[in-house]
């Protein structure tokens, strides 16, 4: 069965310093992989998405990007970060039927100070 | 412009029925999703419809009609574990997910 992994769990991290979040998928190939943002009693807000290795496209212009180095990776980094970073980031993958279910992993929930 | 109107909350009674209910506008449609969250935790997938009717998956149910641009998630048999927001989401005629804020329905024992 498909597992995703995200760490760290949890993150405080002050204004100006940068960002790495790490996304992981085990038992599946070639997936569609997402990156998410949750503020508080908010909707979720998609950042990035990529169909394959080195294939990003952004959602929304920010201080944020991200990569995808490996087939089943897929990262979130920013070099300086704002207040406004802070919230709740979800990765999820799905199969590459563009109607496909979006799977969740368990999230990083970012506190800049 | 795009938008998916839920309630921002509701309360029910243990061990009652609930219908939560979703409206969408959306460029096209290829289908909605009804996903349950718990509080500080990741999305969890509920139910995927793309034809008009019911889709009935234990206490869970989701009904969808594409004329109306409406969808309700109904729960049956409502436990306490059940308290958590409920999102709907629909894929668009670019197979973009549009996301709804979410319903956060508390159960009151």
């Known amino acids: 069965s498909q597992t995703i992994h995200q760490w760290p769990a949890t993150l405080v991290q002050p204004v100006g310093s940068p960002l790495s979040l790490e996304c992981t998928v085990e038992?599946?190939?070639?997936?569609?992989l997402y990156w998410y943002r949750q503020a508080a009693g908010r909707g979720l807000q998609l950042l990035f998405y990529?169909?394959?290795?080195?294939?990003i496209s952004s959602e929304v212009p920010q201080n944020l990007s991200a990569s995808r180095p490996q087939d089943r990776q897929f990262i979130l980094s920013s070099k300086k970060l704002l207040l406004s970073d802070s919230g709740f980031y979800l990765c999820?993958?799905?199969?590459?039927?563009?109607?496909?279910?979006?799977?969740f992993g368990p999230g990083t929930r970012l506190t800049v100070l | 412009g795009q938008n998916i109107d839920q309630p921002t909350e509701m309360t029910a009674t243990e061990g009652a029925i609930v219908q939560i209910n979703c409206t969408y506008q959306?460029?096209?449609?290829?289908?909605l999703f009804w996903y349950q969250q718990h509080a500080g935790e990741a999305p969890t997938f509920l139910s995927y419809?793309?034809l008009d009717g019911l889709e009935e998956k234990g206490r869970f149910s989701s009904f969808l009609s594409r004329s109306k641009g409406y969808s309700y998630l109904l729960l049956k048999e409502l436990q306490m574990k059940d308290s958590a927001s409920y999102l709907c989401?629909?894929?668009?005629?670019?197979?973009?997910?549009?996301w709804g804020a979410g319903t956060k329905l508390i159960i009151k024992p």
């Open positions: 999820a993958w799905s199969g590459l039927a563009e109607t496909d279910t979006q799977y």
């Open positions: 038992g599946t190939s070639n997936p569609n």
């Open positions: 990529s169909v394959g290795i080195g294939q």
């Open positions: 959306t460029s096209g449609f290829n289908g």
């Open positions: 419809n793309v």
């Open positions: 989401a629909v894929t668009d005629s670019n197979y973009q997910l549009i």
